[in-house]
């Protein structure tokens, strides 16, 4: 049996009516670029996260980094983060001008420990971008304490976790900024590259706005900017998965309970923590394996039985070549647990459109390959 790792297309052909419907209206409307469907899209995610405003951005790179700049962070300026995370999330903080400072993430749920954030903070430090890794919320009420406490800015870099939720929070309701990623793996992805930040503070929004858009909020009227939007046939793709949201993660939540049980006794592997009242929305389902010279032996085993089975992410950014890019990031302090997450993770097949003879192949290949491990 072959296990693809994504299921656009069974995804595509599930909604087609509707994503279809969509993109007819936005050829039909002659409006591309700012148009109607770009601000009915902007609305309806506002109204999903809660927040007063949303505001489509080229990609979830961009989100950040136009966050950063609309926030006033730049140059000379920090920003703690974690290494474990997708390239991007340090990428936007040093092509904002300031610099990635990395700190631990937690043994666990591999989000960032706030226990190790405050030891980072120096009078340089403005923001802390916790990362919603795997689709399982960072631990907002202790980073909103901390960042309070040193009057710092949050962003959450939300690109992996849309329509996951904390015990007590919502994402979006700890932080001055959320950013998203529209690109096609992601929960919510179109068939290309999108992102939006979410907020409730009206001044980033119009700054971001601005910036997205040659520094423009008037017709022939410019500040400093770029051109960084999201497109209405983008929108008008996402727009008609937004709607399913909801249940397509509800799909991961059963996929992941399949493997938790499935999975349950094996021996050589750890199986993913979500903590207790959190609403964890599996955009990756990351096992890992005890011993780090045995995790390319296993995901070379899957791949051999036919199951696209990843890692992410193998290098973590401050084992990539060329660090720390001048005075572009730093590590503040040992990161034993990210070094180590890098080194064990494998990423199984997850995706709502799986099959449950699908998860129960790979969960019988998992369950092989644990036995027969030294
Ligand atoms: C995907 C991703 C991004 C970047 O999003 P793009 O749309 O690819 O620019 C940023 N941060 C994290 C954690 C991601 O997973």
Known sequence: MNVEFYGHVRQYHNLKAEIDANLHAVLESGQYVMGPMLKRFEGELAAYHGTKYAVGVGNGTDAIWLALMALGIGPGDECITTTNTFFATAEAIWIAGATAVFVDSDPRTHCIDPAKIEAAITPKTKALIPVHLYGQCADMRAIRHLADRHKLVVIEDNAQGIGARGDTFRIGELSDATTISFIIQKNLGTFGDGGAVVTNNAQLDAQVRKLRNHGSDKRSCHSYGFNSRLDDLHAGILSAKLKHIDAGNDQRRTWAARYDAGLRGVQHLTLPHARPG?????????????????????????????????????????????????????????????????????????????????????????????????
């Not at 080194?343 to 003879?357: G, I, N, Q």
């Open 278 to 374: 959190y609403r964890h929305i599996y955009h990756l389902y990351v096992i890992e394996t005890h011993q780090p010279a045995q995790r390319d032996v296993l995901l070379q085993f899957l791949q051999d039985q036919g199951i696209d089975a990843k890692c992410h992410y193998p290098i973590a950014i401050h084992q990539q070549a060329g660090y720390p890019w001048g005075k572009a990031a730093r590590i503040a302090g040992p990161i034993p647990n990210s070094e180590r997450n890098a080194a064990t993770c494998v990423s199984l097949p997850m995706f709502p459109e799986l099959t449950a003879a699908e998860v129960d192949y790979v969960i019988a290949k998992v369950r092989e390959w644990d036995q027969q491990a030294g």
